[in-house]
């Protein structure tokens, strides 16, 4: 999964957002370094909604302006675990051997 | 009106390369994403925005739509080939006119049976015909209006009988786009 897809799922795991809530969401979890742009996110939405891991949850007009929120299906919330939980076992493994490799330095 | 100090008719042009179906439901939406993100005094949409946009509207029209292969490598491979393989037919047969006059003569048997390329083909009754067909063809799968080009394909190919179509110009013009018209379909 990339990063930004990743991200992306993280965003909408706590609840729905819009598509401005969710770049500026992305960039506050990645401390700053992702920065989505209009396109790519919804280039990642659109293949996300295909692949029936979000779904819309409802839409609003804001100042005349369409916002539509998305929600993780039952799919997203399980893949994503998925991928947190082969994150945080690979960064173990990878913190575990340095602290060993540091140890016999 | 929109107000021409504001980036949304840039915007709106830019949004305009996506394919019609994501317009008609998304656009908007994508708008309001694009102003919420605009600088303060802002007027047109920034260079790597736009940049951005496109990328991912080309992207979308590569993409095929609605249930179809269950593999998404297979569809994404399918989609692909559904835009790339009517150009390239157009290109290589733009060269097989065009390569043979640069060619010195004993050379251009290298692109086939002489009379099959070069000076000759363009005699042929129907070429122009042939490959303005091609053209139409490519262009319309290029804009993403697959229903189009199969409806123009089979047209192309009924009025194929013309004597130049006889000799590779057929299989040319009727292959690449049928693939490309039947993955839009509903």
Known sequence: MQEATFLILTALAAGSQHGYGIITDVREISGGRVRLRAGTLYTALDRLRADKLIGVDREEIVENRLRRYYLLTPEGSELLAAEAARLQANAAAALSRLNLAGGTA | MTDPASPERGYRRLLAWYPQPFRREQEEEVLAVLMAGARQGQRRPRLMESADLIRSALGMRLRPVGPELPNRRWAD?????????????????????????????????????????????IQLPGFDFAVGCQMITAALVLLGLRRMALAATTAFVFTGSWPATRFRFRWSICSPPVSASWRRLP
């Open chain 2, 77 to 121: 491979a399918l989609a692909v080939f559904s835009v790339v393989a009517p150009v390239f037919l157009l290109v290589v047969d733009i060269l097989y006119v065009a390569l043979p006059y640069h060619l010195p003569p004993g050379n251009q048997r290298f692109f086939g049976y002489p009379p099959l390329s070069g000076p000759f083909l």
